[in-house]
């Protein structure tokens, strides 16, 4: 497998951080398999609280972020659900089609790489992003979304306790506050995470041969870490140092064409650097059994054919049925407990429309 | 359409109507104001249970219910914000404007009229109505959504749970189980509940002023009763027999064409029937102050603008600007608590996408 990092670290690098995972922290250690750890690392510019995050839930709801009103982030982003949309594509304002799949939202704050090529470092820039991107919320202009949200009097007094004190753009306010509500979004207790934490019953005879298989056969190469997708942020690894690897490793396979594996080129679109192409973040597998269809185009329609087109692509292998079904059924096993989320209110103006008609063309 | 006049009842009807009313029931009868009861009528055809209500949530906040997967039922009636889209006209399935504005579904389980024209006698048979409209979810054949949804293991189970024994279509199940949840949607103790059940410290006294004047001035004539939308479904009213009223009542202001008043002529849209035109229902009034803008048209964009069109196209009355305020200032206490409910967990089959391509498109 040729492992192809984005960032390379220097070896003294690797060594002082992989020494301090083992004495301080088994939860983050390189072990084969990780429990889930009770929550992800907070940075220290935006550190958690109960104001950001319930003002984080609101915004993430509200369809006034949004140019026409049409979508909130849960339209593609499904907290009832995979945290994704379940679409091949998803389709974002306007209908319009997004060139991916979105990702699921859950245990998003144990990500290295956001989007699937990595373009934004953290959740914080990630947002301003989503808003403007024109198959995203497609907002022509942010300055008109902060005053839509600032016309709103309970935003406004939500903004100031959660930033007290604090003078940055309304944007800027906005994006903490989703941040800070997406770390919170965790799915902990998989029969996975049992399995692991030593009660060997919640595995089957079928999904611990899958989880052998899984390692064996080379998934856990890439599908690493806490969250099945390479290093959490953590001493070894801050947020924008992303893990990438390729995809497909061995181009020219029937896959090519059957899935377009060739027509996107990952981080390649973004940086124009050669050395990027097929270039991918390595997709999270936790709860994966909630956000078919799979792969950053969504070709693959169920979990039987991505595991059968990965083997292909990455190793030349074409793993036998029964082969495929364990590693599936093991794959089910990382369905964690989707928390209790009380629907948000959104505030309005009493008596008056919650939005400016000059904001919405 | 068989209610061709305002009140279709013969007198003795009323007089006994009353006489029970009086005696069995203070919440139901016909004061000036009432307190918004505990519960609506369940009608004994279908009767409330956890599963029923657990299901109707469910799929209420499913997108799978719409033709292409893009909207759920919260999409035009928000149960985070006022019970409807806060837009002049709603833009259901593919963004189609609708050509009306969506009513609140808060304590919907009050109202004897739906739509506003009436054209549903109740709930469970609105429901399909709303599946099927093209402008609302766009569902061309009801059998792909029954597919689609007996595709998902969970929801054949639900509805097996919530209809034991029962045989009937899944359509039926359906509509019957979010007729169900839709009936616990209430908002009791707004400042206007309190005031009435005795606590006198609630209102203030332009708010009181404001109650005195929606009586004397009109307004009460058409609002009344627990959802100021007229009588409830009880032992007077049961649904289907549509309380209505003329708007304008009095054709021929300026009002007629600055807010096109004129065109769409409401019940007779339905009926074809001369005597039905410009028959609306009376739009319930709690939490009015969540739901800008107004009529049935959403042309009134406040609700002090509301109310001076309301006083000159039924009454030809030009109210002060202090009037309005106060008459305005008693609504907003009609804003109730908007009661707690969690995000309910959509489900789909492990590892398998939650749609079939084939009806998709």
């Not at 995972?21 to 990780?34: E, G, K, M, R, V």
């Not at 984080?56 to 979508?71: M, T, V, Y």
């Not at 990382?334 to 904001?359: H, R």
Request: net charge positive; charged share 20%.
């Amino acid at each position: 497998m040729k492992h192809k990092k984005h960032h390379p670290y220097k070896l003294w690098q690797l060594l002082i951080a992989g020494l301090s995972l083992l004495i301080y922290s088994n939860a983050f250690a390189f072990d084969y398999f990780q429990v889930l750890p009770k929550a992800p690392l907070i940075p220290a510019t935006n550190p958690l609280s109960p104001e950001k995050i319930n003002l984080g839930k609101q915004l993430f709801f509200d369809k006034r972020l949004s140019q026409d009103l049409s979508i909130n982030c849960n339209h593609c982003h499904n907290l009832m659900a995979g945290g994704d949309d379940g679409m091949p594509r998803s389709k974002g304002y306007k209908n319009q089609q997004s060139q991916r799949s979105a990702p699921t939202l859950w245990n998003i704050g144990f990500q290295t790489v956001l989007y699937w090529d990595g373009r934004a470092p953290n959740l914080e820039q990630l947002i301003p992003d989503h808003l403007r991107d024109p198959a995203i919320m497609g907002v022509r202009d942010l300055a008109e979304i902060e005053k839509r949200i600032t016309a709103i009097p309970a935003y406004g007094e939500a903004i100031k306790k959660a930033f007290p004190g604090t003078k940055q753009a309304v944007t800027q306010s906005v994006s903490m506050a989703m941040a800070s509500f997406l770390r919170t979004l965790l799915t902990p207790n998989s029969r996975f995470d049992q399995f692991i934490r030593g009660d060997k019953s919640q595995l089957t005879q079928a999904e611990q041969q899958g989880m052998d298989l899984f390692r064996t056969e080379g998934c856990l190469a890439c599908h690493f870490g806490v969250n099945f997708a390479g290093p959490a942020p953590g001493p070894a690894m801050t947020m924008g140092d992303g893990f990438y690897e390729l995809f497909p490793n061995h181009p020219g396979s029937q896959y090519d064409s059957s899935h377009d594996l060739l027509s996107d080129l990952g981080v390649f679109q973004v940086s124009g650097n050669k050395a990027d192409k097929r270039l991918w973040r390595v997709p999270p597998l936790r709860n994966i059994a909630l956000s078919a269809p799979y792969f950053h185009n969504g070709s693959a329609k169920d979990l039987d054919e991505a595991i059968q087109v990965m083997a292909v692509a990455q190793y030349r292998k074409k793993l036998e049925t029964e082969q495929i079904r364990k590693i599936r059924l093991f794959l089910l096993t990382l369905t964690g407990e989707i928390p209790k989320i009380t629907l948000p209110k959104l505030p309005g103006i009493a008596g008056k429309p919650f939005y400016s008609e000059k904001t919405m063309k």
